[in-house]
């Protein structure tokens, strides 16, 4: 079980500047917020294994498995005003409103109740310890669904070849052992759901009818919701060679997620013309991972293991239902395209002539017109096709270094900043703070990168940049003390001292402050990871 109990408080002084002159009556009286939320999570699996093996050649396991999971969530929050400055912090001096002073409380709260029912069987059949087969079958029901599309059934099928262990490879001493896998299984996803009880019809106040407030739907309610489901074909090599002095492994794969929710626009005869997310895309994941060991010395006393592990990820929007292409958030969904697809204007520079930025138009061709029907998916993805990592491990008897890189290359990030720091009209005469490298346009002829002051931008494929990286992510040195020296306490049983820094440098062409930090998709004021440097001492009694 998992309780979590969270209560939040926040005051909103009278005192300051901006509270003082605004022109809000309950800006001006400062105010006192408190929320509490409550979150248990219980989870019951109880299992039962059968295991054996006949004629010293079939090596048998069945297990079934059984799990229940339960999600209850409740909150309230109240926001107060009329705070005296000299009582902070508490929601005893909040004024009582009225219609003079107007300080109406604001109350809210939600509650939710959510669970998942799971039954479970699987089988391994193994036979001369060299062929192994393995076979699954699940059955879900969720809450979240309507009752009668609730219970669905999932399954898996894998084989493993160990071909090390036949007779045509017991001359090759070069390998260790080679391992080949294939497996093919499906899943449903049910933390996806966009709301929790979508097949239900929500309403809420805000009509009229006859002068008199109504309920409207707010909701419309999609009664054919089904599971998002995910289905995923693996091919793998595990390797061991040369005295598993070089070790690792090889995976190709094709997932497959259909039922994916989009949006989908309702008639304003059905439903006013209001949007529902339905079960209607599908999408394609496709790559290889690996992951390689080399232990290039290898004597008693030193130890040096170089490593490398990452990923190639391809993935591309195969259905969208028949649904027409729309911008989700600050990406472009449209059959053949991945997700995570920038959509905006293309950025053409500044006009030498007159200092005007400019745009590419709907043919192309640079205009100072800003027309966002211009709009492209031409600017890359946010979500990097390549990713890794790789380092090295040098060992000299109780002495261990450790050093780790991390990288990831082909994502490209909207810079939201870029456009308040660069943006020459409001920002700059509101005294915002400024980039102190613009290359501001000044007079006719100048090849300038920032338009002139007189005039202001968009946002446009100016603020897309490569968000690539390569980062230094730890360095850890560390010292095992003497088993004898440790043997005189007589209750600890292993001890070492270490000093670790992560984040120590990042080479990257992105000029934020770090393109790590924050969304995938855009970079807003976030903090960089930090640089940390700690020291410490680990004791196992």
């Known amino acids: 079980m998992d309780f979590r109990e969270t209560q939040n408080t926040q005051y909103l002084s009278r005192e300051p500047f901006l509270r003082r002159n605004s022109t809000s009556l309950t800006e001006k009286a400062g105010g006192q917020s408190e929320a509490l939320s409550r979150f248990i999570f219980l989870n019951v699996r109880p299992n039962i294994t059968y295991k054996n093996t006949f004629n010293q050649r079939h090596d048998v396991e069945v297990m079934a498995v059984g799990e229940y999971l339960q999600q209850n969530s409740k909150s309230f929050n109240l926001l107060g005003w009329g705070i005296d400055p000299r009582t902070p912090n508490t929601p005893a001096a909040i004024q009582t409103g009225n219609a003079v002073n107007q300080l109406y409380i604001q109350a809210g709260g939600s509650k939710d109740n959510s669970a998942l029912s799971s039954g479970l069987l699987m089988g391994r059949y193994t036979l001369d310890g060299k062929y192994t087969f393995t076979a699954s079958y699940r059955s879900d029901g969720s809450s979240k669904l309507p009752k009668n599309l609730r219970w669905v059934g999932f399954y898996s099928v894998g084989a493993v070849w160990e071909m090390t262990k036949e007779n045509f490879m017991q001359n090759i001493g070069a390998i260790n052992s080679l391992r080949l896998r294939a497996s093919y299984g499906g899943a449903g996803n049910h933390n996806n759901f966009p709301r929790t009880y979508m097949y239900q019809a929500t309403y809420s106040s805000g009509g009229n009818y006859g002068g008199l407030p109504t309920q409207v739907v707010s909701y419309v309610g999609y009664p054919n919701i089904k599971w998002e489901t995910t289905y995923v074909l693996n091919i793998g090599l595990d390797y061991e060679i040369l005295n598993r002095r070089i070790y690792g492994d090889f995976n190709w794969y094709d997932k497959r997620t259909k039922d994916l929710f989009v949006n989908r626009r309702l008639t304003f005869e059905d439903a006013g013309g209001r949007s529902i997310e339905v079960n209607a895309g ?63 204007v293309g950025w053409a520079g500044v006009d030498a002539a007159t200092g005007a930025p400019l745009y590419l138009d709907e043919d192309g061709k640079p205009t100072t017109t800003y027309n966002a029907s211009a709009a492209t998916s031409n600017w890359g993805t946010w979500e990097a096709p390549w990713k890794g990592g790789f380092g090295t491990r040098v060992s000299y008897k109780n002495l261990e270094l450790n050093v780790m890189f991390s990288f990831q290359h082909g994502a490209y990030k909207m810079d939201n900043l870029e456009y308040f720091v660069e943006n020459p009209v409001g920002f700059l005469a509101g005294g915002y703070n400024q980039s102190s490298d613009l290359n501001f346009w000044t007079k006719p002829g100048d090849i300038a990168s920032t338009p002139s002051p007189l005039f202001g931008t968009n946002f446009s494929s100016k603020l897309i940049h490569d968000a690539s990286f390569l980062r230094l992510r730890d360095v850890t040195l560390s010292y095992v003390l003497p088993t004898s020296l440790l043997e005189r306490t007589k209750f600890i049983s292993r001890a070492s001292v270490y000093v670790q820094a992560n984040n120590l440098f990042i080479w990257t062409k992105w000029r934020g402050m770090d393109p790590e930090a924050g969304p995938v998709n855009i970079n807003l004021s976030e903090f960089p990871n930090p640089r940390a440097i700690t020291g410490g001492l680990r004791v196992t009694f």
């Open 282 to 344: 599908e999408l394609q994941n496709t790559g290889f991972e690996w992951n390689i060991n080399g232990d290039v010395v290898k004597t008693k006393d030193i130890t040096w293991t170089l490593y490398a592990n990452g990923g190639y990820n391809k993935n591309k929007l195969l259905s969208l239902g028949g649904e027409q292409p729309y911008e989700s958030g600050t990406s472009y969904l449209q059959v053949g395209l991945p997700l995570g697809s920038h959509y905006e």
